[in-house]
């Protein structure tokens, strides 16, 4: 059936650093695929999203390109700051107005 | 302004007890959720709700009932609460529920069955 996977947190960095999840997915289609962010306390909320291959998604830094090849949508951020340290959901729609998601990537990151 | 609010935020009964878990949203949006995080983080969803329709019905024991009584509110009741009820609940919204809509959630409520 239709899944995502993400990488195991917490991911724990310093403040400047690069930053990479990984994502994939299986699904038949080509599915839109989303980033949500999710900070202590808070629902989740949209980070970014692309709906067809080869789009590239971006917000606050973070970009994420959408691969059909590797069915992958690896979120990254060149220089990361306390700020950005949240639970991070990869999310895809399932074609009947719902989302299917990974567990959840924590990313720590230290001043 | 709360877009998604939830109550309680936190809750905590015994098996076998009935509970419920409110829902409201200010934004106007046409599609209410319902999605349950289980120990594993892994977010599923539960049902879907589209101007008090419902559209979604995941494989979801049937002593939970999802409630709408009016396209701002979706309202999840549990009955004979077990063990395995223990998660965190997210309810959301989304304008018009199409597959590329930014959904909108609200914080979570912590059930905790003992």
């Known amino acids: 059936g239709d899944s995502v996977t993400q990488m195991e947190g917490p991911v724990t960095l310093s403040e400047e650093a690069f930053l990479t999840i990984n994502c994939t997915y299986t699904?038949?289609?080509?599915?839109?695929l989303f980033w949500y962010v999710q900070y202590p306390g808070e629902g989740l909320q949209l980070l970014l999203k692309?709906?067809?291959?080869?789009d590239k998604g971006s917000n606050k830094g973070f970009e994420a390109t959408y691969r059909k090849e590797t069915t992958s949508f690896h979120l990254e951020k060149g220089s990361v700051q306390v700020s950005d340290s949240a639970v991070y959901f990869c999310?895809?729609?399932?074609?009947?107005?719902?989302?299917?998601f990974g567990s959840g990537t924590r990313l720590q990151v230290q001043p | 302004d709360t877009a998604v609010s939830q109550t309680p935020k936190y809750l905590v009964t015994q098996m076998g007890n009935d509970k419920s878990i409110k829902c409201e949203q200010n934004?106007?949006?046409?599609?209410m959720y319902w999605y349950k995080q289980d120990s594993k983080k892994f977010l599923k969803i539960m049902f879907s709700?589209?101007?008090?329709?419902?559209?979604i019905n995941e494989t979801v024991p049937n002593r939970f009932s999802p409630k709408s009584p009016d396209k701002a509110h979706l309202n999840l009741h549990i009955n004979s609460l077990e063990l395995g009820d223990s998660a965190v609940y997210f309810c959301?919204?989304?304008?018009?529920?199409?597959?590329?809509?930014?959904?909108?959630f609200g914080p979570g409520t912590r059930l905790t069955v003992l």
């Open positions: 959301a919204s989304s304008p018009t529920g199409t597959t590329t809509d930014t959904q909108y």
């Open positions: 699904a038949t289609g080509y599915p839109s």
């Open positions: 692309a709906t067809k291959a080869d």
């Open positions: 999310g895809m729609d399932t074609g009947r107005r719902a989302l299917t």
């Open positions: 934004l106007g949006h046409d599609t």
């Open positions: 709700y589209n101007n008090k329709e419902l559209i």
